[in-house]
């Protein structure tokens, strides 16, 4: 009786010996590339400067600067928005910045590593 699935002889083939290789090679600088981009840091700002955010690559916000001029009591409403602003704006960087890390990763590879968070 035929024997199914494995390979013959027990062993891997020579090719599927260095896609493992190839696999664990791309594991370890994935794992690189997501510890230099959650050390970097990323800065937005919103209303002209009057608010600036700094984010990390962990989508941690570090620092919100605000300009004496952005803070006005009679429009807190504007002041918020602007905070807000900023902040999406530097987290789509981070998101942009990993997205051409994977992409770099892949070499292309269609959705390979695709929803990965880094």
């Known amino acids: 009786m ?3 699935g494995g390979f013959p002889g027990g062993g891997m083939p020579g ?3 260095n896609l493992m290789k190839q696999a664990q090679k791309m594991q370890r600088q994935m794992e690189e590339s997501q510890k230099a981009l959650e050390e970097k840091e990323f800065t937005a700002t919103a209303g002209g400067g009057a608010v600036e ?3 990390n690559g962990k989508r941690e916000v570090l620092s919100v600067k605000l300009s004496p001029e952005a803070v006005d009591p009679d429009d807190i409403e504007m002041l918020e928005d602007l905070i807000v602003a900023a902040t999406n704006e530097a987290l789509r960087k981070v998101e942009e ?3 051409a ?3 770099k990763l892949t070499g292309g590879l269609g959705g390979l590593g695709g929803g990965l968070p880094f």
């Open 2 to 4: 035929a024997r199914r």
């Open 15 to 17: 090719n599927m010996n």
């Open 53 to 55: 955010v700094k984010v």
């Open 97 to 99: 910045e990993s997205g």
């Open 101 to 103: 890390v994977m992409a």
